[in-house]
């Protein structure tokens, strides 16, 4: 089954922390997911896998059957996954959560133009929200767990 995953922020730097949103979509279920999320461009992007990867594995059921092919069109979050490119510090829990899940069920993840990623459709046209969901995450090999907030927007 093909999921995608998207992140985005609001600053022109894609370092600095600002106000972002996490999206993923499964076209083959109708399942778009959007969020708002505090975060430089790279955990925004990180944290847009994750939901989608939380929302497998809370759904199991729709996937077990299917080879699980993940796309997006993060070029730095793509190479550090598929490459093993160099981690920045901040961004080494997201990554070895992301990690975590592949020992818990397969998929593989791979690059695709922004154009053909169905989860960035209309994510301009998302009016800004008040945080009100919480997602947390333990990496594997550390003590702290990392939880953001971020708002809901039904769709």
Not at 3 to 19: A, E, I, N, R
Not at 60 to 85: C, H, N, R, W
Not at 94 to 100: C, H, L, S, T
Not at 141 to 155: D, Q, W
Request: hydrophobic share 35%.
């Amino acid at each position: 089954m093909q999921c995608f995953f998207y992140g985005l922020t609001q600053s022109d730097d894609p370092l600095v922390s600002s106000l972002g949103t996490v999206s993923f979509a499964v076209p083959d279920i109708g399942v778009i997911f959007r969020s708002r999320w505090q975060g430089n461009l790279y955990e925004c992007q990180y944290a847009a896998l994750l939901s989608l990867l939380q929302f497998i594995e809370t759904n199991e059921k729709v996937f077990k059957a299917d080879t699980i092919e993940i796309y997006s069109d993060s070029p730095v979050v793509i190479y550090q996954l598929t490459k093993g490119g160099p981690i920045a510090k901040a961004l080494r829990p997201f990554y070895q959560a992301v990690k975590q899940f592949n020992t818990k069920f397969s998929f593989k993840v791979n690059w695709i133009p922004q154009k053909e990623n169905p989860a960035c459709n209309g994510i301009c046209n998302i009016p800004p929200l008040k945080p009100s969901v919480e997602i947390t995450f333990e990496a594997k090999n550390s003590n702290k767990k990392h939880s953001r907030r971020g708002g809901v927007m039904p769709l």
